[in-house]
């Protein structure tokens, strides 16, 4: 029998009892729930997950990244930073005994945090206003880890970012074909092909030591910033599993593909796709003003490079799992993992044709200072 999210809520050093528990939507990894508590007639919430194991087979290296980043960050703010402990921190909240995660029967590692309130997050960027909040957010996220060694984080998913591994894996699971959908991704698989040179443009540099190693968010994409529900202001960025060395590049990458269109990450009809240069711009100037600081020109010459390689590794990771038999990212239909490839290629192609109307835009930026 699953375990009961109240009994394991039951667990945490949560402050009053745990009254009810509400599924929480969102994310294509965890099971995640909201908790509410009373105590003394005051309400508090709680995020509970239950993390993926097959994602994140090493829990505890993954919370041990986790602690520690949220440590620095807690004792590293700089003048402007929100005030450790303050509401727009997110914190741990320990299981009862002590541990930062609790087991439940069936072997399933689950964890705690506070719930941020009184903020709203999104699956799509509405206005240009988020667009340049969320960037600086995640800038400011990436300038408050620069004190803390790459070194000190594991590897919990090794090769995240590695494009050319992506793609030997597509290829990998094109030919072995498991579960006979590959006569379905035709069209995807040579779409694919013909974008192949991006693969390595950042991963090679990076291999090279051209451009250097840094800690990243690795997964930062607009519905990973919460934003204030009354002022509007980008308060936090969450999900912090896949924080591990990498570069700020993988990190702007995912804000272009994820912030630059209206439209969702599966659409069905890719054929409507739209890459809107305004939000791209707004977006462009939130994050250079909070990032321009710690970049080397290796890494902004690279910044639209880092949208279309990820935007490319996206439909690659979507497809391969499609060809996989969906056994990665949490589905609810059959052929939702290629309506999202398809929709990343359609994205893609849009920024092929505009590449140069956004370097414009970013050398535009960066001279403003
Ligand atoms: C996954 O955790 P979630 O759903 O925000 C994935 C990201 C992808 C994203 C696509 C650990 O993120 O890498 O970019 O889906 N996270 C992991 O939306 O694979
Ligand atoms: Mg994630």
């Not at 984080?153 to 074909?177: G, Y």
């Not at 707004?282 to 020109?297: D, H, M, V």
């Amino acid at each position: 029998m699953a375990p009961d999210p109240l009994h394991i809520a039951e667990r945490f050093q949560t402050e009053g009892e745990p009254t009810d528990v509400q599924p929480h939507p969102g994310g294509h990894i965890h099971e995640s729930w909201r908790v509410a508590c009373r105590q003394h007639g005051v309400r508090r919430r709680y995020l509970l997950q239950r993390l993926n194991p097959y994602v994140f087979p090493d829990s505890a290296a993954l919370m041990r990244n986790i602690e520690r980043v949220l440590d620095h960050i807690a004792s590293s703010s700089a003048p402007g930073d929100p005030p450790s402990g303050s509401r727009e921190a997110l914190s741990l909240v320990a299981a009862r005994d002590g541990a930062s995660t609790a087991t439940d029967a069936t072997g399933g590692v689950w964890r705690m945090f506070n719930f941020i309130e009184s903020t709203r997050s999104c699956e799509t960027v509405a206005t240009a206003h988020d667009a340049r909040e969320a960037g600086a957010a995640f800038a400011r996220f990436q300038r408050r880890l620069a004190g803390l060694s790459p070194s000190q984080l594991s590897f919990t998913i090794p090769d995240f970012h590695h494009t050319p591994k992506r793609l030997a894996a597509l290829h990998d699971a094109a030919k072995k074909d498991p579960v006979g959908r590959a006569a379905h991704a035709r069209d995807e698989l040579a779409q694919i092909a013909r974008h192949e040179a991006l693969a390595g443009l950042i991963q090679q540099p990076l291999d090279a030591g051209v451009l250097p190693l840094r800690i990243a968010h690795n997964d930062a994409k607009i519905a990973n910033v919460l934003f204030d529900a009354d002022s509007g202001e980008a308060i936090c960025v969450v999900d912090l599993d896949t924080v591990m060395p990498g570069s700020p590049l993988h990190d702007f990458g995912d804000m272009m593909r994820s912030m630059t269109s209206r439209r969702r990450e599966d659409e069905t009809d890719s054929a409507e796709a739209q890459l809107d240069l305004a939000l791209f711009e707004a977006l462009a100037e939130g994050y250079i003003r909070e990032a321009r600081g710690f970049l080397t020109a290796a890494e902004t010459a690279r910044l639209t490079t880092a949208g279309r390689v990820i935007t490319f590794e996206q439909a690659v990771r979507f497809l391969t799992d499609y060809l996989s038999g969906d056994v990665y990212y949490r589905t609810q239909r059959p052929a939702q993992n290629l309506d999202r490839a398809r929709s990343q290629l359609a994205l893609l192609d849009l920024m092929m044709r505009q590449q140069r109307e956004m370097d414009a835009m970013i050398d535009a930026s960066l001279r403003r200072g």
